[in-house]
Structures are given as C-alpha cells and as structure tokens.
C-alpha cells in the first residue's frame, strides 16, 4: 500500500513525498480512510508508530474545504504534554506547506499575544495542552462551538497526569456534531468510559509495534562495586565509551540527578545537555532540536520531560538509576531499537538495586545482560573514582575502546575521542539546580504525578526481546 492510495489529494501526497514518505505505516494505512469519511476513530497506538501523520493528514484533507472565523477554531487537538503539542504542530506545518491554513499552538511558555492573534484571525487548527485552552477560553478568547473535528492525543496519558476532568470540561464545550479522533497506547477503563461516552460508533484501529523491533533492543546491566554517584558516573562515561554508541538517551530518576550527569558529562567532553520540567520551554525546544539533528549526542533526561517526546534513531539508552517503577524500564529502553534499527540499553545496577533490579526482571520475563567493562568492577567493598589529575595516568581505560565482554555483535567505530579529558569530579553541591535548593522533600520529578507507564499492558515485543 502506498500513501497514494488512501485518497488523499495531491498537494498533501507531494507534501508527503517531499517529507519523505510514500509508504503509510499500518495506524496510518488504517485510520486514514476511516477518518476522511468523518468517522469516529478509536486509534490504539503507541508514539513512534507513525499516528501523528495518521490524523494530520486526514484532518489537513478535512479542513482544506472551508474557512475559520474569528475566535471559532474549526479543529482542536489536545496533547498531554507541551513537547507533544509541538511536535503535533510541527506535523502540520510538513504537510500544509501546500495549503493555506492558520494553526494556533496554546502551550505554556509560548507567548501568549502571537497565539491569540491567530485565534482572533481564525484558526483552522488550534493545538493545545488541556490546562492552558481552559485558560484561554475562561479569559474570553476563545469559542469551542465551531470545532468540527478533535482530536485527543495520548489519552493514557492525560489520565496518567490527571487531566481527564479536564478533558471532560472541554469536551462538553464542544458542539455534539463533530468528527472525534481519539488515540491511546492503551485501554485503561477509565480511557474507555469516556470513549463510550464521547465518542460516536467508532472505528477501532490498532497497532503494535513493528515487529521488527522486537529482535532489535539488546539490554544489558552494568553492576557497579557502590552506589557512589562518582562510581555511577565513572561507569556510565565506560558505558558511553563502548564502541557504537552513536547517541543516547541517558535517565537519572531524579530531576536534581539529570544535571548533574549532563554537567559531569559536559566536564569529561561529552556533547550532552539536561532535558527536565524546570528547564524554560525555549530551552527545551532548544535541546531537543539539536539533539535530533544529531548536534548533541547525548540527552539526559528524567521520565517525565522524556515522554512522548519523539526522538528517533537514537542508539543507545543509558539508565544511570534503574527506574522505581518497572513500567518506566519498558518506557525508558523502547526510546531505542526503532524502525528496525539496533538499539541497546545498558542499566547501572548498584548492590542496593537488588529488589528494583528483581522488579524490571519479573516484568520483562529474565535479567538483561551483565556488560563487562574494563575497569568497572561490581560490588567491590570500595572503588573510589581515581582522581586522576591527568588524561595520561590511564590511557587505556580512558579510551573509547573498552569493549564489552560480552557483547560479541558489536560494530567496530572508531573510539571516542571526546572522553580523554582528566577526571573532574563533580561538586554536587555546587550544581544543585535552583529548584533543588529549596527541597529536600522529595527528589522524584517534583510537579508531575506518578505516571503508570504501560500497566499491565507489556507489548509484545518487550517480552521478546527481554534476554
Ligand atoms: P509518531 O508515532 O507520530 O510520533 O511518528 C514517529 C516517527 O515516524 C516520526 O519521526 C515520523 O516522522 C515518522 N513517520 C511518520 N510517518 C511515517 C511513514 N509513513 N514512514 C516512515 N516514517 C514515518
């Protein structure tokens, strides 16, 4: 099947093909059509299975007839998060290049001014997070009643970040007759009452993963000798340091933590940069787009700033904690081993990770992997980080090369020359971001409500792919 056969119209299948698209994905091959007979579609998919485009492109063919009025959407799409907004927005604009049609982002940390003065022009396409559309609807500035079409990205996870009396705010806003395209990567009952309630006869669509994926993660742990954060960094930078990482997703449990791993890694040479909620959204916008034009390497991040973000072909993922909560394990490592190309995980695991480290393996069926690293020893009683003042006092461990033990698959890159600067050790004090400062109650992602994952709901390939 190709995109041509779904019945778009020409200027959105050039603008497809110049995306460099020609073959739909199956959430794609499979809402398209339903969703451009006005039909209400039940999308059950996951992030990275192409379902941005599955309802841009039908909407884009949708709204192309018409015009907006002041003030009266013709289209609003809710994202949980303002990474998914934007990227939801960024969708729009590859594929309207060949149309003429007014988008309003609402997010926070957007200015304000620009957004509704595209609002007050008509917008044909209003994307937004929950919480600021309430906002701006309660300041005035903004009539639900002309919505033709919504879309409600990620559902799951707005319940994960407690946005559903939100979402059934808004909902009720919105005029009966309307077209609803309602994507989750999973069923809990609580998605499916309001599916019931708010949606008409819908069409269920739903995908897995590609298969190919399945044969792609190769997970593995790092045991380290203490849970010494030095010792952590030391292991992590070895870990970096293995031939064919090409870029990575690193994860600290603690927002405080991904600071100071990304300035540590700064110290040694990396390219690498902090992604978390207290980080200004242009900041943000920043990091993540240098890092999927390959300008930054590594990304580090906590659970919640890395959600929903999409980030493709990354190499590696790093887990500097193993995560509390299982589910986050199985989130953390499908960021890698995508669309078919080969991803690694690798877990530092400290001698007291013993029950989370039980807890991940329960989960995915079996214990990953031990990596073995030169110089990284496990659970020796004291491995104090060597506070080498010179990059000569230890050339080879330094070096990029350090080859896994196991690991006998492994491309052969050249070294990484970016790591033989001398050990600079890390003054957490002196690094503690602002927000750490004032707390000390709690160290997990500070604003943001525990987030469930995937639940009971493992895919498939996850279980597979385990050993
Ligand atoms: P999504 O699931 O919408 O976040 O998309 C995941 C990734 O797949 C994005 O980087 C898209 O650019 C890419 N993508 C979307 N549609 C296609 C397609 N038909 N073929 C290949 N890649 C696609």
Not at 65 to 91: C, D, F, K
Not at 209 to 235: F, S
Not at 342 to 356: C, H, I, M, Q, R
Request: a positive charge; hydrophobic letters at 40%.
């Amino acid at each position: 099947m190709q995109f041509k056969d779904l019945g778009l119209s020409p200027n959105l299948l050039s603008a497809i093909s110049d995306a460099g698209y020609d073959t739909p994905t199956p959430i794609q091959a499979g809402a398209i059509p339903i969703a451009l007979t006005g039909r209400d579609v039940l999308g059950i998919a996951q992030t990275g299975t192409g379902k941005t485009a599955s309802f841009t492109l039908p909407m884009i063919e949708r709204l192309s007839r018409g015009r907006a009025r002041a003030r009266m959407p013709r289209s609003l799409i809710l994202a949980p998060t303002r990474e998914l907004a934007a990227q939801v927005a960024e969708n729009f604009e590859t594929y309207t290049k060949n149309h003429k049609m007014n988008m309003a982002l609402l997010i926070g940390g957007v200015s304000f001014e620009p957004q509704k003065r595209i609002l007050d022009q008509g917008a044909d396409v209003l994307i937004a997070t929950p919480g600021r559309l309430i906002d701006h609807f309660e300041r005035g500035g903004l009539l639900l009643t002309g919505v033709e079409i919504l879309v409600i990205d990620e559902a799951d996870r707005m319940l994960d970040m407690g946005f559903i009396p939100d979402i059934e705010r808004i909902l009720k806003l919105l005029p009966p007759r309307r077209q609803t395209l309602f994507f989750s990567a999973t069923m809990p009952a609580e998605i499916q009452r309001l599916v019931n309630t708010f949606l008409k006869d819908p069409e269920r669509v739903e995908v897995t993963r590609p298969a190919q994926t399945a044969e792609t993660i190769t997970q593995y742990i790092l045991k380290t000798a203490d849970n010494q954060p030095k010792t952590k960094r030391e292991a992590l930078r070895a870990a970096i340091n293995r031939d064919g990482v090409k870029n990575g997703i690193i994860f600290c449990n603690r927002k405080r933590d991904v600071d100071i791993v990304a300035r540590s890694l700064q110290r040694h040479g990396f390219s690498a940069a902090p992604i978390h909620g207290d980080l200004d959204q242009s900041q943000r916008t920043k990091t993540l787009a240098e890092f999927k034009s390959g300008e930054l390497r590594l990304l580090v991040a906590s659970d919640v700033a890395a959600r929903g973000l999409d980030i493709p072909a990354v190499s590696h993922v790093f887990n500097v904690d193993i995560p509390r909560n299982a589910d986050d394990y199985v989130h953390r490592i499908g960021r890698t081993g995508r669309a078919g190309m080969k991803g690694e995980s690798v877990t530092l695991v400290t001698p007291e990770d013993k029950k989370a480290l039980a807890a991940v393996s329960k989960l995915i069926g079996g214990e990953p992997k031990t990596l073995e690293l030169d110089g990284i020893e496990a659970a020796k009683a004291d491995a104090p980080e060597k506070a080498a003042t010179s990059g000569d006092e230890k050339p080879k461990s330094r070096r990029g090369g350090r080859k896994p033990k196991v690991a006998k698959d492994e491309a052969t890159a050249e070294p990484k020359a970016e790591a033989h600067k001398a050990e600079a050790p890390v003054e957490v004090s002196a690094e503690k971001p602002k927000s750490s400062r004032r707390r000390s109650r709690t160290d997990t992602e500070d604003n943001a409500p525990a987030v469930r994952g995937f639940g009971d709901h493992v895919p498939e390939f996850l279980l597979r792919s385990a050993l």
